[in-house]
């Protein structure tokens, strides 16, 4: 079993401003890649959605140890790599600078869409609060055909500490946190880098977990470069790792591109021979991811 800590903060000054960037369902991925990538067993799961990209090759040797390795942890992460799998610890708060304050719905009256009479402009020291993920992901992935729609809450870990979500502020889906983002006076429901705490209580007491909604541009943009492919972000609660919207040669990558769940097969820097992997697009809904392509576990989890 080893454990390190790779110490690479990234301080980044977020500007209060709205962000709508949109995401990701849609097409296929290389035939020959696929194979390498994707089981012939099928897992039963949530939703009965198959994917085309269907082959005959297991994957269960899929081993995602040196994404994990050579990602970029901020200093408030720990990574245990054991056999099999991987632990990912840290308080919850990202390695990044937020704004001074967000609109945070309080708890009872929020009812999708956000009104401006149901948030408060709350300070972030009160806002967000120090949360402790503690996550056991798989190293060795295995693709599904079937697909699992992720749930709210928790559906994936980032390299800045912090939680990733799905699209959605409720579980029937009709509203987008990105898309329906709005702004009181400067202060906004959804900051800069599409991240925002969950809802306080009426006494100002809470959870205050601290989560992306979409791209974290505060960390791609300190951690990509132009012309090349995005750097693993983190990875999700099926194991397979997860990027920014950069994909070959630097190229943003649609919605088109990708699967219905925002995913493809091809080689990333991290795993140049190809892997399964996500992206977090920006043309338009679904930002983050909304289903898994692997095989997983999930459960139902807080929204806002």
């Given at each position: 079993?080893m ?23 849609g ?25 085309t ?13 040196a ?16 056999d ?12 990044h600078e937020l ?65 990733l979500?799905?699209?959605y ?19 906004f429901?959804?900051?800069s880098?599409?991240?925002?705490p ?31 492919h ?65 095989e997983?576990e999930?459960s ?5």
């Amino acid at each position: 079993m080893m454990t390190f800590h790779l110490n690479r903060p990234r301080r980044l000054f977020i500007a209060l401003t709205a962000v709508c960037a949109l995401a990701a369902c849609g097409s296929s991925a290389d035939d020959a890649i696929i194979a390498e990538a994707e089981p012939t067993n099928d897992s039963t799961t949530d939703t009965d959605t198959t994917d085309t990209n269907s082959s005959d090759t297991d994957s269960s040797d899929t081993d995602t140890t040196a994404g994990v390795e050579s990602a970029q942890w901020g200093d408030n992460v720990s990574i245990t790599i054991g056999d099999g799998e991987f632990r990912f610890e840290s308080d919850g708060i990202p390695n990044h600078e937020l704004p001074d304050q967000f609109l945070v719905p309080q708890e009872g009256s929020f009812s999708p869409p956000v009104g401006e009479d149901e948030v408060t402009a709350v300070d972030t020291s009160v806002a967000v609060v120090e949360t402790t993920v503690d996550q056991t992901i798989t190293l060795n992935p295995v693709y599904s055909e079937t697909t699992t729609d992720t749930n709210l809450g928790i559906i994936g870990v980032t390299i800045s500490g912090a939680q990733l979500f799905n699209d959605y502020e409720d579980p029937d889906r009709s509203f987008v946190a990105v898309d329906d983002n709005f702004s009181i006076d400067g202060i906004f429901f959804v900051d800069s880098c599409n991240g925002h705490p969950l809802a306080l209580a009426a006494d100002g007491s809470g959870q205050g977990t601290y989560h992306y909604h979409g791209i974290p541009y505060c960390i791609t943009d300190a951690i990509d470069a132009d012309g090349e492919h995005s750097s693993i972000l983190g990875f999700l609660l099926d194991g397979f790792p997860f990027y920014g919207p950069q994909d070959e040669g630097g190229a943003t990558i649609t919605s088109d591109e990708l699967d219905e769940c925002s995913g493809h097969v091809g080689p990333t820097p991290e795993f140049p021979e190809g892997i399964y992997h996500y992206h977090l697009t920006e043309d338009r809904s679904p930002y983050t991811v909304d289903c898994y392509h692997g095989e997983v576990e999930v459960s139902a989890g807080p929204g806002r």
